[in-house]
């Protein structure tokens, strides 16, 4: 049962070797909990968020000062507002790309932990060394039969 669930958890390679190491690291280093990635892994939610979307909080701030700047000059022609606004356009445009980068990091930034406070939690070393060694064989084993029919 508890495989299935760690199965599930599992996003990329990637996260299985980090979940192997720190595994390892809270088995062999008995200082483990001192750690910031021992402090980073069981903080709460909120602030790996914080911490992630720094840049948007940023943007959005930026954003809605110019905006009330905006409202105070008076353009002497229409042409230079909308010029002006057309290039903030594009500036936050951009922003608005890698702001979306940001959200896409923090998702998996937060599957990745609560995948890594489950092995954890429910694994020692040689518990999660098995299920490793089984995890990489049906999957490459899957890999085989789908490289093999195509």
Same mark, same amino acid.
């Given at each position: 049962?508890? =495989?299935?669930?760690?199965?599930?958890?599992?996003?990329?390679?990637? @996260?299985?070797?980090?979940?192997?190491?720190?595994? /390892?690291?809270?088995?062999? =280093?008995?200082?483990?909990?001192?750690?910031?990635? /021992?402090?980073?892994?069981?903080?709460?939610?909120?602030?790996?968020?914080?911490?992630?979307?720094?840049?948007?909080?940023?943007?959005?701030?930026?954003?809605?000062?110019?905006?009330?700047?905006?409202?105070?000059?008076?353009?002497?022609?229409?042409?230079?507002?909308?010029?002006?606004?057309?290039?903030?356009?594009?500036? /936050?445009?951009?922003?608005?790309?890698?702001?979306?980068?940001?959200?896409?990091?923090?998702?998996?930034?937060?599957?990745?932990?609560?995948?890594?406070?489950?092995?954890?939690?429910?694994?020692?070393?040689?518990?999660?060394?098995?299920? @490793?060694?089984?995890?990489?064989?049906?999957?490459?084993?899957?890999?085989?039969?789908?490289?093999?029919?195509?």
């Amino acid at each position: 049962m508890k =495989n299935e669930k760690m199965k599930s958890l599992i996003i990329d390679i990637n @996260l299985l070797i980090y979940i192997h190491d720190v595994v /390892y690291l809270r088995e062999k =280093n008995h200082n483990f909990k001192d750690s910031n990635t /021992y402090k980073e892994l069981h903080e709460p939610n909120i602030f790996t968020i914080y911490k992630y979307l720094k840049q948007t909080r940023l943007t959005i701030f930026s954003f809605t000062i110019i905006i009330l700047f905006m409202k105070r000059i008076n353009f002497q022609s229409i042409l230079n507002k909308y010029g002006l606004v057309s290039i903030i356009s594009i500036i /936050y445009g951009i922003l608005y790309v890698w702001c979306k980068n940001d959200f896409k990091k923090l998702k998996y930034q937060l599957k990745a932990k609560k995948a890594v406070q489950y092995a954890l939690a429910s694994y020692n070393y040689e518990e999660f060394v098995l299920f @490793l060694d089984r995890y990489l064989s049906e999957e490459s084993t899957k890999s085989y039969f789908i490289n093999s029919l195509s």
